[in-house]
């Protein structure tokens, strides 16, 4: 009786300590499970700090190689202003409403329908020096760098008047005609309108060169098609609106913003800006002529 007694005994504790140990099981999978996530959070954690790193390090590269480069075209430059050039070599950048000049200022509300860029200080220090005449004109040519200090000219053939006759989109050109907005640009920069950015096909930062061109005044004419016949406009308008450009360049598309019912629209100067019945009318510079 006693052996039955400690048999019973012996089994009644064999079942407690599987139970025990079948309940312990779900315990230790639990703890292994929150080891693997502790694991995991570390590693996406390190995975972030080295992406965050090495965005870091990309954004400290560029800015170093943005840095020469700037360093480069000054020193470049100061060879150009040593021999008294009209001539910059220069980093472009579209203008921003930053530039627009302020309220009942001519060209207020035009920054994007003009042709009028932003520049150093010291090209229009020279150009007052020289006390040129007015208008004061200068060309943007597109610019390839070759190497360090060395820029070649960018040369496309002038489309023809047949090649831009009845195209919505104007082909690339390696150069344009624009006129000074003021002289607020850093000495190694230039700011332009988008339209010039497009024509040009240029990227921000990417190299131009400008120079002082005297332009004689235009005693011709020129041929200009809109982009439909709805954004055909009256002689009144298209001279009101012409007012901000002081010179045209073939190959080129131009806007500004209008009003069916007849008033002009000077304060929408942004691109696909829509304000009751106003819209956008583009037009092409088909070819210009002197008499």
């Given at each position: 009786?006693n ?38 959070r570390k ?22 190689h ?7 075209i ?11 050039k ?13 530039f ?7 060209g ?51 489309p023809?008047k ?12 390696c ?7 003021d ?10 309108p ?9 990227k ?10 005297n ?7 020129v ?10 406009t ?8 012409l ?6 360049t073939a190959g ?11 008033v ?13 019945s106003?819209?956008?009318?583009k037009?092409?510079v ?6």
């Amino acid at each position: 009786r006693n052996a039955l007694i400690l048999l019973a005994v012996i089994a009644i504790s064999s079942v407690i300590k599987t139970s025990e140990c079948s309940k312990a099981l779900p315990k230790t999978k639990n703890a292994s499970s929150i080891s693997k996530n502790n694991k995991q959070r570390k590693k996406s954690s390190k995975n972030e700090a080295r992406s965050n790193q090495d965005a870091l390090k990309s954004k400290v590269i560029s800015g170093i190689h943005l840095a020469e480069l700037e360093q480069e075209i000054d020193d470049y430059n100061a060879s150009l202003r040593y021999d008294r050039k009209l001539e910059r070599i220069l980093l472009v950048m579209p203008l921003t409403d930053a530039f627009d000049p302020p309220i009942g200022q001519f060209g207020h509300g035009h920054l994007q329908t003009s042709d009028r860029v932003s520049l150093p200080t010291s090209i229009l220090k020279e150009v007052q020096k020289r006390k040129l005449d007015f208008p004061w004109q200068f060309e943007i040519q597109r610019m390839h760098r070759k190497g360090r200090n060395e820029y070649i000219e960018v040369e496309l053939p002038m489309p023809t008047k047949e090649e831009l006759t009845g195209k919505s989109e104007m082909p690339q050109i390696c150069r344009i005609t624009c006129s000074p907005l003021d002289s607020r640009a850093p000495e190694q920069y230039m700011f332009i309108p988008d339209w010039m950015m497009k024509s040009l096909r240029l990227k921000p930062r990417d190299i131009v060169k400008l120079r002082y061109k005297n332009m004689p005044q235009s005693t011709g004419c020129v041929h200009l098609q809109a982009h439909s016949e709805s954004a055909a406009t009256s002689h009144a308008v298209l001279e009101e609106e012409l007012r901000h450009y002081s010179s045209l360049t073939a190959g080129t598309t131009i806007s500004f913003f209008f009003d069916s019912s007849g008033v002009i629209d000077k304060k929408s100067s942004k691109k696909n800006k829509k304000v009751g019945s106003k819209r956008e009318v583009k037009i092409n510079v088909v070819q210009c002529l002197d008499s």
